[in-house]
């Protein structure tokens, strides 16, 4: 960094713009590729000139405007600033030339002006305001946001507006880009009880997020194979029930997740799906599962969570009172996915339940009578709930705003219109299990998926807060998660994030594939998309 200052030798004038012609001349580069814009995802409106500027690492910095409410006591902004730093220069070798840059070519700063609160000390939400304005010019760009999360998009997107000419010099056209989410909800599901998934890893997965402006972290965190969450409340749930003590996330682990999210403008939503899926809730926890029955006696095996017993609910009761304090987020998801009722019709203490409750052997009823005390349970902890499509299926009594995750392909649209008329807001993950793998380029099909294209009023349609990637963990850990997530999620990125009219496949493989390398070049092992090179390959 000692070339600092180099770049504003003062000539006198006819020597400057003759020096200005000349670096020019030097710099204008041959045909190349990189001229091309490579955004991902597409803003909302970005204009460009082919006014070049230039930027010398020494001699650029990121900065607050003397009017922005946020200044450098907003860490979430002094370490993105940090963070883009390295990611526009940290990850290029150094290259001749970009020290002599005339004064009117160069761009030093980009200036950063938050109009409202900032909430640099708040944690983002399902309403948190991400839009921000970036006018990239000479000497110095603003960006403009009215909180700090519109700034992190912002700088994402600057970062992306800067290349290496075929000089190595790096370079960004004068720009002016608007821009703001089409939908509010943009999640990855990831599921660290089929494996589990080090910390190292979800936080590598929080980074290449942020890079393609996804805003939340679905954390399916224990399922029937493992409980890797240590609970303070009940430690013998991961003590018993995880693959192994190393391979737990402990209270400080939740923590930096959530603190580490925070800094990229993303939730982080924590799943304890039940009743199903909950085999391994058993191990640390006597009497929570359904014990099944065979010819009149216990067979020694069990299925869902015991709904019939007081009981599971206190016990139920505190844990979802910890977990609401150690994830900030206002959501909670509660699963209700896939219940097997073959155990419950096993047993008969199940069946003298259901007959004092008029249940009438209906095994959807009961499910909905245990879903109705999880989610009353949440609502009590002044939360809301998210709950996957069964639980809206099988006649449960919602409360109004609890939202409906859609996982199933059968019958898509169908279900779009029913929940959304019957007023509940809806996450879409059906056309994006990327855990389901096979031979080509599957991220043309998840980005042509439009959410919207079902029917029903406008009104329903706002229902819609966004959609998911899941990538489910049977197959899936630390070795292959990210060449597996990216960039195939990143077609599902841009689908939530950009215009409903982005759609020009071909437009979108040439910026997918620049968008791809760079995420390599910053360290993110994504798969190719095709056939071809990275600019920048092996220098991660
Ligand atoms: C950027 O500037 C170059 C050089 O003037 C020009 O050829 C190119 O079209 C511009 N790119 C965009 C996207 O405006
Ligand atoms: C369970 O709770 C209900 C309602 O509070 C109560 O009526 C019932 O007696 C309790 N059952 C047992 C076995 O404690
Ligand atoms: C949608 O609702 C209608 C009645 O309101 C019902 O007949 C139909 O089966 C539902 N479809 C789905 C997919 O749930």
Partial sequence: MEQRGLGRLRLPGLLALLAAL????????????SLDLSLWPLPVSAMTTPRLLYLSPGNFFFGHSPSSKAGPSCAVLQEAFRRYYAYI?????????????????????????VIMDPECDSFPSITSDESYNLLVQGPVATLTANRVWGVLRGLET????????????FTANESNIVDSPRFPHRGILIDTSRHFLPVKTILKTLDAMAFNKFNVLHWHIVDDQSFPYQSITFPELSNKGSYSLSHVYTPNDVHTVVEYARFRGIRVLPEFDSPGHTASWGKGQKDILTPCYHASEPSGTFGPINPILNSTYSFLSKLFK?????????????GGDEVDFNCWESNPAVLNFMMNKGFDRNFKKLQSFYMQMVLDMISAMKKRSIVWQEVYDDEGKLIPGTVVQVWKMDNFDNELRNITAAGFPVIISAPWYLDTIHYGQDWREYYSVEPL????????????????????GEYV??????????????????????HQDVTDLRDAYRRLTRHRCRMVGRGIAAQ???TGYCEHEGRM
């Fill in 22 to 33: 000349a670096a020019l001349a030097a710099w204008s580069p041959r045909v190349s590729a």
């Fill in 89 to 113: 220069f940290g990850s290029y070798k150094w290259h001749r030339g970009y020290n002599k840059i005339p004064s009117e070519m160069e761009l030093q700063k980009l200036e950063v002006s």
């Fill in 158 to 169: 600057f970062s992306q507006l800067i290349y290496q000419d075929s000089h190595g010099a």
């Fill in 322 to 334: 910890e977990i609401s304090t150690v994830f900030p987020d206002e959501f909670i998801h509660l």
């Fill in 453 to 472: 294209n079902f029917l029903g009023t406008p009104k329903q349609k706002q229902l819609v807060i966004g959609g998911e990637a899941c990538i489910w």
């Fill in 477 to 498: 850990d630390a070795t292959n998660l990210t060449p597996r997530l990216w960039p195939r999620a990143s077609a599902v990125g841009e689908r939530l994030w950009s």
């Fill in 528 to 530: 190719p998309l095709f």
